[in-house]
Nanobody
Framework: QVQLVESGGGLVQPGGSLRLSCVAS????????MTWYRQAPGKERELVAG????????NYADSVKGRFTISRSNAKNTVYLQMNALKPEDTAVYYC?????????WGQGTQVTVSS
């Protein structure tokens, strides 16, 4: 079955960087777009970034443009989110997501906390 496993979260100071990874299994990763979402306490889950199947096109939420970069390795069945210049408002649980035939699949999430 489809599995998405995120890692790389943690505690970082403002201005710092983290790289999240999401390893996929159970489906043909290379033909599906992938996205990263996040959910802060008391807020709705929001789209952070997306990437097409071959990685040629990416999109970002306005709040992270210029600071975050989404990428993927189809050889490793992995999607990444490089996060630079982190701010306290980036604190959230980060999830990777894909969709097959209209059915969404989510990972378990990884916590990112930005605090001094």
């Amino acid at each position: 079955q489809v599995q998405l496993v995120e890692s790389g979260g943690g505690l970082v100071q403002p201005g710092g960087s983290l790289r999240l990874s999401c390893v996929a299994s159970g489906f043909r990763f290379s033909i599906y777009a992938m996205t990263w979402y996040r959910q802060a306490p008391g807020k709705e889950r929001e789209l952070v970034a997306g990437i097409t199947s071959l990685g040629y096109t990416t999109n970002y939420a306005d709040s992270v443009k210029g600071r975050f970069t989404i990428s993927r390795s189809n050889a490793k069945n992995t999607v990444y989110l490089q996060m630079n210049a982190l701010k306290p408002e980036d604190t959230a649980v980060y999830y990777c997501r894909t969709e097959r035939s209209g059915v969404p699949y989510w990972g378990q999430g990884t916590q990112v906390t930005v605090s001094s």
